[in-house]
C-alpha cells in the first residue's frame, strides 16, 4: 500500500488515500500512518467498507482497546461501541470535549465510522491543542504550566440522562464508583512528539486545582473559548463509509447535533494510552 497524504488545514487534519483499511496493515504502513497521526492529529480516510472486527483490528495495532462503561457496544466485538441516535441519547457529544479523561489512562485515540449519516447536518469538529496552547501568551503559559485540573465522568454522563432505568441506573453508579474524579495536567506534553497541549475541556473538566473556585472558574471559561478558535478547528462533513483516526491526547472534538429527526449510527474503537504528564 502506498499512502497518499493531503493535508486540510494549518492546525490539524489530512485526508489519506492508498489503503484499505479492511485488510490487514503491515508494519510499515502502520508507521506511516502512525507518523501522519503525529503530524496532522486527525486523519479521514474515505470509502471504506470496514466490519466492526475489522474496525477493531487496525485501532488495535496502536494499543490497548477500551470498552465504554455506558454506551452499547457491538456484542460480538465489544471494543467497539455503538453511537446510534436511534438508540442512545448522545447530547454529551454536542459539546468540545477529549474523551474519556475520567481515566487515569485518558485514550491515546479513537477510530470512528461512518455507518448511517443524515442527508445534511451531523458533522463532527476537531480542534487542535497543540495550536491552542502555542497561540496562548508566554505568561499565560508559565500560570498553566504546572497546574492540574479535575475531570469528572457525571460532567457529560449525568444522572438525570443516563440512569432512567433500574439497569442503566446501576451501570452509572457502577461507572461513577470505579471512575472517581481525577486530576490531569491542564498542559499535557505529548508523550511522542514532546510537544505541549491545552488539556482541559467543557465535556469532563470541571475546576483548576490550584486556584480558587472564582479563579478557576474564569481560567477555564477562557481556555474553552480559546481552544476551539476557528482557526484551531476543522469541520469534517461524513459520508458513509468515512473513517476518522484521531490523536485524543492532543485534540477534542464536537458531533454536531443538527440533524435531528434524521438518524446518525457511527462505531467508535477507543485506543488506551497513557498517563498524562
Known amino acids: 500500500m502506498s499512502l497518499i497524504i493531503t493535508p486540510l488545514s494549518p492546525a490539524l487534519g489530512a485526508h489519506i488515500s492508498g489503503v484499505d483499511?479492511?485488510?490487514?496493515i503491515d508494519a510499515t504502513t502502520r508507521d506511516a500512518i502512525e507518523q501522519a497521526?503525529?503530524?496532522?492529529?486527525?486523519?479521514?480516510?474515505?470509502?471504506?467498507?470496514?466490519?466492526?472486527?475489522?474496525?477493531?483490528?487496525?485501532?488495535?495495532?496502536?494499543?490497548?482497546?477500551?470498552?465504554?462503561?455506558?454506551?452499547?457496544?457491538i456484542p460480538e466485538t465489544p471494543q467497539v461501541l455503538v453511537?446510534?441516535?436511534?438508540?442512545?441519547?448522545?447530547?454529551?457529544?454536542?459539546?468540545?470535549?477529549?474523551?474519556?479523561?475520567?481515566?487515569?489512562?485518558p485514550a491515546l485515540g479513537a477510530v470512528l465510522a461512518a455507518k448511517q449519516v443524515p442527508a445534511f447536518g451531523g458533522d463532527t469538529l476537531w480542534a487542535s491543542g497543540i495550536a491552542a496552547y502555542e497561540a496562548l501568551s508566554e505568561p499565560l503559559k508559565r500560570l498553566l504550566d504546572g497546574l492540574t485540573a479535575t475531570h469528572d465522568?457525571?460532567?457529560?454522563?449525568?444522572?438525570?440522562?443516563?440512569?432512567?432505568?433500574?439497569e442503566d441506573l446501576a451501570r452509572w453508579e457502577a461507572t461513577r464508583k470505579a471512575n472517581p474524579p481525577i486530576s490531569h495536567p491542564v498542559i499535557r506534553t505529548h508523550p511522542v512528539s514532546g510537544r505541549k497541549s491545552l488539556f482541559v475541556s467543557?465535556?469532563?473538566?470541571?475546576?483548576?486545582?490550584?486556584?480558587?473556585?472564582?479563579?478557576?472558574?474564569?481560567?477555564?471559561k477562557l481556555?474553552?473559548?480559546?481552544?476551539?478558535?476557528p482557526e484551531f478547528t476543522i469541520r469534517w462533513r461524513w459520508q458513509v463509509g468515512d473513517v476518522a483516526?484521531?490523536?485524543?491526547?492532543?485534540?477534542?472534538?464536537?458531533?454536531?447535533?443538527?440533524?435531528?429527526?434524521?438518524?446518525?449510527?457511527?462505531?467508535?474503537?477507543t485506543i488506551l494510552g497513557d498517563v498524562p504528564f
Open 83 to 105: 453511537l446510534d441516535t436511534a438508540v442512545t441519547d448522545v447530547r454529551d457529544n454536542a459539546i468540545w470535549h477529549t474523551d474519556v479523561t475520567f481515566l487515569p489512562t
Open 37 to 73: 497521526l503525529l503530524a496532522h492529529q486527525v486523519l479521514f480516510f474515505r470509502e471504506q467498507s470496514i466490519t466492526p472486527q475489522q474496525q477493531a483490528n487496525f485501532a488495535a495495532r496502536f494499543g490497548d482497546l477500551h470498552i465504554h462503561p455506558i454506551y452499547p457496544n
Open 21 to 24: 483499511l479492511s485488510r490487514e
Open 202 to 220: 467543557d465535556g469532563f473538566t470541571t475546576r483548576i486545582n490550584e486556584l480558587s473556585e472564582q479563579e478557576s472558574e474564569a481560567i477555564l
Open 153 to 166: 465522568f457525571t460532567k457529560s454522563f449525568p444522572l438525570a440522562r443516563f440512569g432512567s432505568t433500574p
Open 245 to 269: 483516526f484521531w490523536d485524543n491526547r492532543v485534540t477534542q472534538h464536537y458531533a454536531v447535533d443538527d440533524y435531528r429527526p434524521q438518524r446518525r449510527v457511527m462505531h467508535r474503537a
Open 223 to 229: 481556555l474553552f473559548a480559546h481552544a476551539t478558535r
